[in-house]
């Protein structure tokens, strides 16, 4: 069935889905509606003010889920639960998802061996971490007649780095510079999202309190917050005179 004037439509239990936008209760237009319940029991077609007193007892909303049909589908359900899960889920999923970053490394026709050999390790190092490259050779001068040279330098960083990386972009030449864009193979590219992951996972752990409760203020066996009253300190005289005693 067709989104409603556009809308996503977002699966629900029970294979009914809900708009992101939809309406419900009062806004709800038909005069008849096919009611489905909470557990995805079907009540039938009811008028609307019978399909709007059964969500009333429950003490849920009537959602229009599927607009489109012949009378149009409502469930009823926990709007405000629903929308609250939902933008859970979201947030959740964005924590574990694994954001690519493109990185950039520069060099030179004439790029000496060790300076070659320290960004061929840096970009090893991106792409173990999931993120991209992009290797630019950067002609200046007369250099631009000998664009083999450059050629030959992306040739040594793809097979280098053949191990973790695979060409996702050609090299191209754009002005004085010529560039290719390498990206981590699949098996690399698996392992960084499989680490986001448990690093995600490690983080969510390690914000929840042990055993659901707030920790308590050290030493004094009472929430935080509380403070143990304190016998009050002797007077200095007092002090001298128990130290004198302890010393004999």
Same mark, same amino acid.
């Given at each position: ?33 096919? #009611? ?28 229009? #889920? ?100 695979? #060409? ?19 098996? #690399? ?60």
């Amino acid at each position: 069935m067709p989104p409603f004037r556009g809308e996503y439509l977002l699966p629900l239990s029970g294979g009914s889905h809900i708009a992101r936008d939809q309406r419900t209760n009062r806004r709800i237009r038909a005069r008849e509606v096919r #009611v489905v319940g909470p557990e995805g029991e079907q009540l039938g077609v009811l008028p609307i003010e019978a399909a709007l007193e059964r969500a009333q007892s429950a003490g849920m909303d009537l959602v229009e #889920v599927n607009p489109m049909a012949k009378p149009p589908v409502c469930k009823i359900m926990d709007y405000g639960k629903f929308k609250y899960e939902e933008k859970k889920r979201a947030s959740e999923a964005k924590k574990k998802q694994v954001v690519v970053h493109l990185k950039e490394i520069k060099l030179r026709p004439k790029t000496e061996e060790h300076d070659y050999e320290f960004k061929v390790r840096n970009v090893r190092r991106f792409l173990e971490e999931g993120n991209k490259a992009k290797v630019t050779i950067m002609f200046r001068g007369r250099e631009i007649t000998h664009k083999e040279l450059g050629s030959a330098i992306l040739d040594d960083v793809t097979k280098d780095l053949k191990d973790v990386a695979v #060409v996702e972009q050609v090299p191209r030449m754009e002005g004085r510079q010529m560039f290719m864009i390498i990206a981590p193979n699949p098996k #690399v590219a698996a392992r960084a999202r499989e680490m986001a992951r448990q690093q995600a996972a490690a983080a969510e752990k390690s914000d929840k309190p042990e055993g659901g409760k707030k920790p308590e203020a050290a030493g004094s066996g009472k929430p935080e917050g509380q403070v143990a009253a304190q016998a009050p300190a002797p007077a200095p005289a007092a002090a001298a005179l128990v130290q004198s005693e302890g010393a004999k």
